[in-house]
Nanobody, 117 residues
Framework: QVQLVESGGGLVQPGGSLRLSCAAS????????LGWYRQAPGKQRELVAA???????DYADSVKGRFTISRDNPKNTVYLQMNSLKPEDTAVYYC???????????WGQGTQVTVSS
């Protein structure tokens, strides 16, 4: 079992920044991928960014150049630095851990990010 605890959401003005954190605990493997998804009201949940234990990253086109995902392997923690935030970034952000080979996935409880003036 894996537990994911997110923090760092909140209200920010357009153009502002926020940093999300997600701490994973439990049975973590080096091959596990960590990432962030988001879901806005009335929309499907979408991948924002993902990072492997080796540091390979993947970003949604809508956040490239503005968001940066990073990972602290000894702490089993993943971060999402969000800069130049836009109102369309408003959503509940979820941390996810998954492993395509071992075939499992775990989700955090979600943290609200609201970008508004």
């Amino acid at each position: 079992q894996v537990q994911l605890v997110e923090s760092g959401g909140g209200l920010v003005q357009p153009g502002g920044s926020l940093r999300l954190s997600c701490a994973a605990s439990g049975s973590i493997f080096a091959s596990d991928v960590l990432g962030w998804y988001r879901q806005a009201p009335g929309k499907q949940r979408e991948l924002v960014a993902a990072i492997s234990s080796g540091g390979s990253t993947d970003y949604a086109d809508s956040v490239k150049g503005r968001f940066t995902i990073s990972r602290d392997n000894p702490k089993n923690t993943v971060y999402l630095q969000m800069n130049s935030l836009k109102p369309e970034d408003t959503a509940v952000y979820y941390c996810k851990l998954w492993n395509g080979v071992r075939r499992y996935e775990y989700w955090g409880q979600g943290t609200q990010v609201t970008v508004s003036s």
